[in-house]
């Protein structure tokens, strides 16, 4: 698997990337909804590279034959954990996280690899907060 620097776009991509093809569906809806939400530009990233991560990292996991089951996330704990490790900065986690939950509901649907993949970010970048946040609740307006 590629290394990039730490906090860079193409970092941020590959976890884009990876909640795409974490249902083992390379489905339109989620490619067009990259477009439609400008994310190469949401990253500071070139139309073309934002597109060149996401076909890099699926050759990545071709070569690796870890993308070799449909419906759980095609990259072990151990991959999971390197990748979100690339990210550090909190603004840019709740950004990518944000990013992640739109690409996986894009279908309608959220499929178990793609709900690992978001859980995996919410643990390893202690975004609990912000899941419920950005689910309609607010913890300091519930009465106790």
């Known amino acids: 698997m590629r290394k990039y620097p730490q906090n860079s776009p193409q970092a941020a991509a590959r976890i884009l990337a990876l909640t795409i093809i974490a249902d083992g569906d390379l489905d339109k809806a989620e490619f067009a909804l990259l477009d439609e939400l400008a994310v190469h530009e949401l990253l500071g990233l070139e139309y073309d590279v ?3 991560v996401v076909d890099t990292f699926y050759a990545d996991l071709l070569s690796s034959k870890q993308f070799a089951w449909s419906e759980v996330c095609p990259v072990d704990e151990r991959t999971l954990a390197e990748l979100m490790g690339e990210i550090d900065d909190p ?9 992640c939950i739109t690409l996986a509901e894009a279908d309608g649907h959220v499929a178990e690899g793609e709900s690992i993949v978001l859980v995996a970010a919410v643990e390893h970048w202690g975004l609990h907060r912000f899941m419920l946040r950005s689910a309609g609740m607010d913890l300091s307006t519930q009465g106790a």
């Not at 603004?91 to 990013?99: D, I, N, Q, T």
């Open 50 to 52: 934002l597109h060149t």
């Open 91 to 99: 603004a840019l986690r709740r950004k990518v996280l944000g990013l």
